[in-house]
């Protein structure tokens, strides 16, 4: 069984339970060739404080004394190892040396009897330069010889392997086949040669396609991943295990891994590495240590960085800017800035996964940031769902990094609003803001640099033009001091009359809930509550009832029952509805959270961290609460919270 902790887009934290306990991902699994072994298994669980490694299955039973010790001991024991055993099936043999002379059936009963926690098929590794034909018989065998491996299993977990090189339709195809198979863990094969030769824009593709079709809610290896550069990437898009033999064998060669890439030993001037395999050694020490002895001590640094980066990746899903860690990693070599860019192909798949806001703000490290999806959500919400309210005349101010706007522009709003029935916009490169946005994330959550880049000025531009074919103003302007205030002396025929704080509520709601919204909630005589000490809107009240409050930290509303009340009644199902099981209704009634086994049905536009309404099968309001995960993930995952509940509704 496999639950999830966090989630951040498609990354994720997760603990795995295996026979030898559970497994937390983000996790790695060094590579332990048990013919040569560079760093002892002991050790790396006792000292790294690595919970699982992956071994070959394939080379202990073609060793006879390994293959009885195997038998005889176990796996474990023989290893020396209590934490989680992986073992691959020979496959990747295959792959190195052609024909690998085992058969599947015998190969995973063989792990299965050795006692491994998790088997692999044995799959055919899809090569890139296969066609596509070839690949999709390939696809073919694998999959039928993963239903037959599933049949045997037993006790143990399973890796049933996503084949189909790099074309997404047979990967995808692939991934939903084995969806339907009774296997527990998914590798993505195949996709060693696309690492070695840097051809990390393919990888993406090859990702995500995968993902596409997988069952969400069980764990994905990135088979053969283990440099340190690729697994902040990978986690981004939703890749839960790696494994790494390079740890090994770069040290062979005198390489070490950083987050950065790969340094030769010949080709560096000096260690400038603290690991504790390092720490103690200088330069000239390493370089004249005898072979083994330095193969020995990279090896253990290539460790203690490949581990530290994976704790790193696992703060940024914690804390929420693993989007800044991967644009930053992905700066190390321009194969990876390929990949980043790749991502933009996928940004509409990515952005249904994408929070409504995070905790971290978003920083801008460069031009692909503006192809991220949270980037696609604001555009998508805007120009789906803003209302432009009925003033004459519409003023912009260009973003000149003050913010939250409305506060920055204040003295020259007031100005204005004094005389002419002005609404403000500023041209931002999320895209255009209407002023009474500016608190809402990432709108006030975010950083550009202050002299923005041309890509930056041109999507802003193009971003003010679309605006400019929909908006309904008489007459707009740029802002420009006092040759504005002039223009609007001669321009302006109506008394002001905008209200920020009534604004600002119509355009978040709608915006977070859906066009229409705001009349929906808003029927009636409006009473705002305002923080005292920052101003800020607390509360909103309609005929004397609290249906929003708004949040300091992100600009956006949590629900309360009798807005809750008024969206049922204004937008029909399944908009913002989780559908709960009957036998559920009564928790939920008392307020207990919506767990995944108890999730009917949900509206697929949810995103997490959205407001929902938890309703009954007859579209009865149950509960009120936030979603934590995106439609499938409720329908796929047997256990953890889907809607975390902030009110039940009692009968
Ligand atoms: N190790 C690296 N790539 C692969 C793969 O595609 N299949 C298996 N079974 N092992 C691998
Ligand atoms: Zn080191």
């Not at 070490?256 to 603290?274: N, V, Y």
């Not at 403000?424 to 880049?453: C, H, K, N, T």
């Not at 009798?562 to 008392?590: C, Q, S, T, W, Y």
């Not at 997490?608 to 979603?627: F, N, T």
Request: proline content about 6%; hydrophobic content about 40%.
């Amino acid at each position: 069984m496999f639950e999830l902790t966090r989630r951040d887009g498609l990354a994720r934290i997760g603990k795995l339970e295996t026979p030898h306990g559970v497994l937390e991902t983000p996790a790695l699994l060094p590579v332990v060739n048990p013919r040569l072994v560079t760093v002892p298994p002991r050790e790396l669980y006792d000292r790294f404080g690595f919970r699982a490694l992956i071994t070959n299955s394939y080379i202990i039973r073609n060793d006879p004394k390994l293959n009885e010790a195997a038998r005889r001991d176990g796996l474990h024991a023989m290893l020396d190892f209590p934490g989680v055993i992986m073992t691959d099936s020979g496959t990747f043999q295959s792959h190195m040396y052609g024909e690998v002379e085992v058969k599947n059936e015998e190969i995973v009963s063989f792990q299965r009897d050795i006692g491994t926690d998790i088997g692999t098929v044995l799959d055919i590794f899809t090569e890139p330069d296969w066609s596509k034909e070839r690949t999709a018989e390939a696809v073919d065998v694998t999959l039928d010889r993963t239903q037959d491996a599933a049949s045997i299993k037993g006790g143990m977990l399973l890796a049933g392997v996503v084949q189909g090189s790099i074309f997404p339709d047979l990967r995808e195809n692939c991934a939903r086949r084995l969806a339907l198979i009774d296997v527990d863990v998914h590798p993505i094969g195949g996709v060693v040669p696309l690492m070695e030769q840097y051809r990390f824009a393919e990888l993406v593709d090859v990702i995500v396609a995968s993902k596409k079709g997988l069952d969400p809610s069980r764990p994905v290896h990135l088979f053969g991943a283990g440099h340190p550069m690729v697994f902040a990437l990978a986690a981004l898009l939703g890749c839960d295990m790696f494994d790494s033999a390079s740890y090994a064998k770069f040290a062979r060669d005198d390489r070490f891994m950083f987050p950065e890439g790969t340094a030769s030993l010949s080709d560096m001037k000096g260690i400038h590495c603290h690991c504790p395999a390092c720490a103690s050694h200088t330069y000239e020490e390493i370089s004249k240590m005898a072979p083994a002895e330095r193969t020995a001590l990279i090896a253990r640094h290539n460790l203690w960085v490949s581990l530290e980066e994976i704790e790193r990746v696992k703060r940024a899903i914690l804390e929420g800017d693993l989007w800044e860690l991967v644009e930053r990693r992905c700066r190390a070599h321009p194969a990876l800035l390929s990949a980043l860019r790749r991502l933009a192909d996928h940004k509409g798949y990515l952005e249904r996964f994408e929070p409504l806001s995070r905790d971290n703000s978003l920083l801008y490290t460069g031009i692909e940031t503006l192809d991220r999806p949270v980037l696609l959500r604001y555009e998508k919400r805007f120009f789906d769902r803003y209302q432009y309210p009925d003033h004459e005349i519409m003023v912009v101010f260009e973003d000149d990094g003050g913010k939250p706007f409305a506060r920055h522009y204040a003295p020259q709003i007031r100005e204005m609003l004094e005389k002419y029935d002005t609404h403000f916009f500023v041209a931002s490169p999320i895209g255009p803001v209407p002023i009474e946005l500016d608190e809402m994330y990432p709108i006030a959550q975010s950083l550009f640099p202050d002299r923005p880049d041309l890509e930056t000025k041109e999507r802003i531009k193009e971003q003010m033009e679309h605006m400019s074919h929909e908006q309904t103003y008489s007459v707009g302007m740029a802002y420009d001091g006092e040759a504005t205030m002039q223009a609007l002396e001669m321009m302006s025929q109506r008394p002001p009359s905008f209200d920020i704080d009534l604004a600002r509520v119509k355009a978040v709601a709608d915006y977070q809930f859906g066009r229409g919204a705001s009349a929906v909630l808003l029927d009636g005589k409006v009473k705002l509550v305002k923080s005292e000490n920052t101003g800020k809107i607390r509360n909103v009240l309609v005929d004397g009832e609290h249906i929003l409050s708004m949040r300091a930290n992100d600009g956006f509303f949590t629900l309360r029952p009798p807005g809750a009340f008024r969206l049922l009644k204004g937008f029909p199902a399944p908009h913002m509805r989780v559908v709960v099981k009957d036998d559920a209704i009564p928790f939920n009634r008392e307020g207990k959270n919506v767990f995944c086994a108890f999730v009917e049905e949900c509206d697929p536009d949810v995103v997490p961290m959205d407001e929902v309404l938890v309703v009954s099968s007859k579209d009865e309001l149950v509960a009120i609460g936030r979603a934590m995960m995106v439609r499938d993930d409720m329908l796929a995952f047997r256990t953890g919270i889907a809607v975390k509940v902030r009110e039940g509704i009692k009968k």
